[in-house]
């Protein structure tokens, strides 16, 4: 499996970013998939994951609001649509497939990851 996520950049607070993750060897509408994001010297955090089956969605709190992950099961691609970007949000966000395990928030959980895009948001 192969994952490529790209749509980072750097961008004004209060500005919006969609990241993208396509990719190859699996059926993205087969399983979860994750959003997490990462700052140097930081463990890698959780953002937004859509759920396997029913397509729900699942945010940290501090994106609530603010971002969206979707997905187009015709293009086996998902997004993360970034809205009222602040400095905090500045990092590289990774993508990631979750096959069987069963916790959204936990990166144990994932079984496959991209390269990360680097987001970065001016103040």
């Known amino acids: 499996v192969q994952l490529q996520a790209s749509g980072g950049g750097l961008v004004q607070a209060g500005g919006s970013l969609r990241l993208s993750c396509g990719g190859s060897g699996r059926t993205f509408s087969s399983y979860g998939m994750g959003w997490f994001r990462q700052v140097p010297g930081k463990e890698r955090e959780f953002v937004a994951a859509i759920g396997r089956s029913d397509g729900r969605t699942y945010y940290t709190d501090s994106v609530k609001g603010r971002f969206t992950i979707s997905r187009d099961n015709a293009k086996n691609t998902v997004y993360l649509q970034m809205n009222s970007l602040k400095p905090e949000d500045t990092a590289v966000y990774h993508c990631?497939?979750?096959?069987?395990?069963?916790?959204?928030?936990?990166?144990?959980?994932?079984?496959?990851w991209g390269q990360g895009t680097l987001v970065t948001v001016s103040s």
């Open positions: 990631a497939i979750r096959i069987g395990g069963y916790y959204y928030f936990s990166e144990t959980s994932y079984d496959y």
